[in-house]
């Protein structure tokens, strides 16, 4: 198969993909059992590999490392002597293969201890006691993993842009969505927990940060279809009414998340760039809605051997900014400003809603210009004009909101109802 981004069908796999999330959530409580706790769980997940599925080493014996090969189909444990163990991947019921399981890390020299019972799937049965005969569909893995692989290149590109605290790109096995977490550096409310067969502590720990979370899930928890998902926590006001792109993307009620099928993505004219839309406008709507600090936070996107500027050399090139001439463009209903840096243009749209009255609706950084407080240079005239002319403002832009939140002295501008 040459296409990187294969179709998928949830409903014709889904005893396989069942079965698939069950293996995995027995290796991963292997490897969540015997690896010191990392925050928000991130030492129990996997990554994704060009074969497969890998845990990266787990301190348990003189060092084990597994690895789903979906390719050929196998588990693979490895140790730091240098053996190797393996064992199919094939039609099985669960009970066996925690019993293959449990044998490959005693013959690596590990010692088999975790916990035995499946987490956040309905009606969990304990490992060693489901006995219920599981497919396994070789071709439907094989182009699942086809999927993770060009996913995967679109979520590590994504983080790349940002300099504040971010999660790896990886697996979680609870849920089986590969996701990518930004964090605000924030301590957010207590999360009320309660997800089914998820201990509350975990669930807790995980979200004592406000974060933005964009992922993947091949289908289930609630959809019938492999889907992208994107949440905040907390959800700032109008968050589930932001504008987000593309088209095809929209807000799930029941699952309280922004959702873009699969489909739409993989049959779009560029699958990569129909997926960095949703990563991007969902991002920004939460960061611009809960005031994230996005200049500090945020840089240009990450291009091989390119070395991104350190913050002093981003802090002259932002003195610069503030030295370029903001042009406006102001017509009878509406108008933008606009700021060129190095060749790039920024702007901030505007629309006039009676006499003495604008609305700024819209402000465009380039990722070019991130983290050189273009934005703000934006907001800041259009607030030194609004003083000259008498006018007053209405900030319906998020970015516009957040900074005029931020800076009380230019709050003096603002429309009052």
């Given at each position: ?295 500090l936070l945020e840089c240009a ?33 509406k108008g933008r400003y606009r ?39 934006l907001v800041r005239q259009a ?35």
């Amino acid at each position: 198969m040459t296409n990187r981004w294969p179709h998928l069908d949830y409903l014709s796999w889904r005893e396989t993909f069942s079965a698939l999330h069950l293996y995995l959530q027995i290796a991963g409580k292997y490897r969540l059992a015997h690896s010191p706790w990392m925050n928000h769980s991130w030492n129990a997940t996997f990554y994704v590999t060009p074969i497969g599925l890998a845990s990266s080493p787990i301190p348990d014996g003189p060092g084990i490392e597994i690895l789903f090969d979906l390719r050929e189909h196998r588990v693979v444990g490895t140790c730091g002597d240098g053996r190797t163990s393996s064992f199919a991947l094939e039609p099985m019921t669960v009970a066996a293969f925690h019993a293959r399981f449990v044998r490959l890390i005693s013959e690596l020299g590990g010692t088999p201890t975790f916990n035995g019972q499946p987490n956040e799937v309905p009606n969990p049965v304990p490992f060693a006691e489901d006995h219920r005969d599981r497919p396994y569909d070789r071709d439907a893995v094989h182009r699942y993993h086809q999927a993770l692989v060009a996913i995967e290149r679109v979520l590590s590109r994504f983080r790349t842009s940002f300099v504040g605290k971010s999660s790896p790109v990886h697996l979680f096995w609870g849920a089986l969505d590969l996701a990518v977490t930004r964090f605000s550096g924030r301590r957010a409310p207590l999360h009320p927990a309660g997800i089914p067969a998820l201990p509350d502590d975990v669930a807790r720990e995980a979200y004592d940060r406000e974060v933005s979370s964009a992922g993947f899930w091949p289908g289930g928890n609630g959809i019938d279809y492999p889907a992208f998902y994107a949440y905040a926590y907390p959800a700032p006001n109008g968050y589930r009414a932001a504008a987000v792109r593309p088209d095809a993307a929209f807000w799930h009620e029941g699952l309280s998340e922004f959702m873009l099928p699969y489909d739409a993505v993989q049959s779009a004219a560029d699958p990569d760039e129909a997926l960095m839309a949703f990563l991007v406008s969902t991002y920004e709507a939460a960061a611009d809605l809960g005031g994230w600090d996005r200049d500090l936070l945020e840089c240009a996107p990450g291009r091989p051997r390119q070395v991104r500027p350190s913050d002093a050399a981003q802090a002259g090139s932002a003195a610069s900014v503030g030295d370029v001439t903001v042009e406006r463009e102001d017509g009878p209903s509406k108008g933008r400003y606009r700021l060129i840096v190095d060749g790039v243009e920024a702007e901030m749209t505007y629309s006039r809603a009676g006499e003495g009255l604008i609305i700024i609706d819209h402000t465009e950084v380039p990722a070019a210009l991130r983290g050189r407080k273009v934005g703000e240079r934006l907001v800041r005239q259009a607030i030194e004009d609004a003083r000259r002319g008498g006018v007053a403002i209405i900030p319906l832009c998020p970015f516009a909101k957040a900074q005029i939140g931020r800076h009380p002295e230019w709050q003096d501008v603002l429309h009052r109802s």
